[in-house]
């Protein structure tokens, strides 16, 4: 009697996907820009200076979500100054505290993001030199998870009375 031949079949399945999800559910990720050139002036107050920007439309803040904000801020000793950004459910971060030194100027045009390589508060500042990128006092990923439809809110504190500025754009 004779057997039949035996045959081994492997089956290996690649699957490449860039992104993960845990959703059931996928939507396409979405990139929000929200751009404010309208100058406000900075100066000691017992009001903060405060400055808007509402979404909607958006997707819940994924686990890898980005969020970054740059603000072209021109201010005298920037030691002075608190800069917070509120998100729509009222948590916040804190983008620089007490930071800047005596120095004029230094967050014209600075870029915050968790993947700059220094820390606002450990940055090397000069007068009239402007902070290019820096991690912020707090983590952006503070806001993954979250939903970021409804008002984003900048928040400047100058804590003393002797210096001001200008909020220029953000």
Known sequence: MLTPPRFLVLLVL???QS????????????TAV?????SQFVGYSSTPTQR?????????LSNSA????QIWLR????WDLTIRLYSPDGDYITLS??????????F???LFTDSASTKVSSYSFQNNVVAPSVKPEGPFSNFQGKDPNGQWKLWINDGYSTDNGNLDHW
């Open 14 to 16: 690649c699957l490449f």
């Open 19 to 30: 992104f993960v999800y845990s959703d059931v559910n996928y939507t396409a990720p979405t």
């Open 34 to 38: 929200y751009d404010d050139s309208s």
């Open 52 to 60: 808007y920007a509402t979404f909607s439309g958006l997707n819940r």
């Open 66 to 69: 980005v969020v970054t904000i």
């Open 75 to 78: 201010h005298t000793y920037n």
């Open 97 to 106: 505290d007490q930071n800047g030194g005596e120095y004029d100027n230094v």
């Open 108 to 110: 014209d045009g600075t």
